[in-house]
């Protein structure tokens, strides 16, 4: 069998209970759910973190955070791990990304390994096709050229905004917020890059491509601040246009990035709530939209029935739950439990899988459908093949129908709320690592165990509590006892792994010396 051609979809921030797929009734994702059902969806997937950094990491390389190391902004991935583009690479394909977000397309962390081509439509300067712009030749090419120039000169000083703990904390300023948000191009831009995507493979299609494709794209839509078209807020949020208070509502929340990821001292009102989580929906809507257009033309391909579409989130967010806004402190399953599709009409028929599953094995999928691997250092071919999620599939479950995330908290937002809020550190544990698993029972329940700092803190049963409404630690202490057992013993061997590989940069941050004790003590710095 020839080698598929390969597109790996990450939808940022894209919450699994928002899409169709997954029992959302407001009609959010028609065209997701129409190309869904062509395929396998897997009911419980699980994010290995709660943020875009060391998720993506994950996603690249198959390792858990603990193992790759990679949890902070400041970090790259370690020479040692082979990244999945790289070995694409290696294997023949072009490889090509697409990207909206600037924590994988502009920080120097290693994500951009093995692409031969990666256009980063995030920061200050973007990196788009010729194509993209509406002037005519010569002009693109010479605007392409002065771009390449100032990116060149731009982008160790976005580089170290992403990366600086000061550049960080100014950057919350409510009056700058709208400043990197907009201009800077903090999401992207998201539909301009799926129309780039289905001109490319348009032409792709014209010319034929000689070699097999091997395509990344990051969509950040669903990621404050919220601005989605009029007509999407219209059909999820009808009463926005009339309300000055809803819209005074917004506005406040799109300036304020802060309150992103803080947790909340006291909880939403009621109409800030509504807001939050009807423009979070329009938001779904108009990327589902845009996305129709990429679907019609993967539909219309000649290879379309050997073309291997994965569609999965890197994390959720959010919304006011459990007392937190956003995705950066806690393992609920607003944050870890995600999306996931496989659609390759010409090898799977389409079903649904139940059993917990890691998205980490995004890596070892996409490589096994590749066939012969290249002798790449780091890579493990048996590995590859065991850990592929066609095993599960094929109703073989490599990892005990389990899935595993591990929550470090992004220290520039923790020294955020020191200098903002120090009281909430101690009150919402923000400092506090958390561990969860979701497992499947021989009962037939689904029981997820979140661990905070190394101890059994809270038992949910998903299959009777989806939204982890009631805690049955106490009731069930001998499945909590087994599930924290199972935690040790992957966190122990994740350590070994850790320690078997190549460090990736440390952190740099000025913090006071009981918050360094603290992080030492948890393991965060050396």
Known sequence: MNQPDILFIVLDTQRADRLGLYGCERNTSPHIDRFAAEGVIFDQAISPAQW?????????TGRYPTAHQ??????SLSPDLPHLAEVMRAAGYETIGFCNNPLVGI????FKRGFDTFYNYGGAIPSVPESSTTLPWPLNHLLESYTQFLRRISYPIQNFFGQSDLAFRVSLN????PLWSRFANFKG???RSVRDVVHFLQKREAQGGERPLFLFLNLMET?????????FIDKMAPYFRRSKEARAILRQWNREAYRWAAPLEKPLGELESRVLHDLYDAEVAYQDDYLGALFAVLRQRRCQRETLTLIVADHGDGLGEHSYFGHAFVAYQELVHVPLVLHWPERWQSQRIAVPVSTRRVFHTLLD???ALPDVPGLNPTEVRNLSLAQSINGRFPEQQAAYSEVYPPLNFVKAIERRQPHLLEQFRCLAMRRAVVKTTEEGDTLKLIQVDDAADELFDLRQDPIEAQDVLAERPLAAAALNQEIERLTLNLQRQRDSL?????VSMELDDSLMQRLRGLGYLD
């Open 52 to 60: 875009t950094i060391p998720s993506h990491a994950s996603l690249f």
């Open 70 to 75: 990679v949890t902070q902004s400041s970090h």
């Open 107 to 110: 920080l120097n962390n290693g």
């Open 174 to 177: 409510a009056w700058l917020t």
């Open 189 to 191: 831009q998201n539909a």
């Open 223 to 231: 990621h404050l601040p919220f601005w989605p078209p009029a007509e």
């Open 369 to 371: 459908a590749v066939g």
């Open 502 to 506: 190549t460090a990736g940069a440390g």
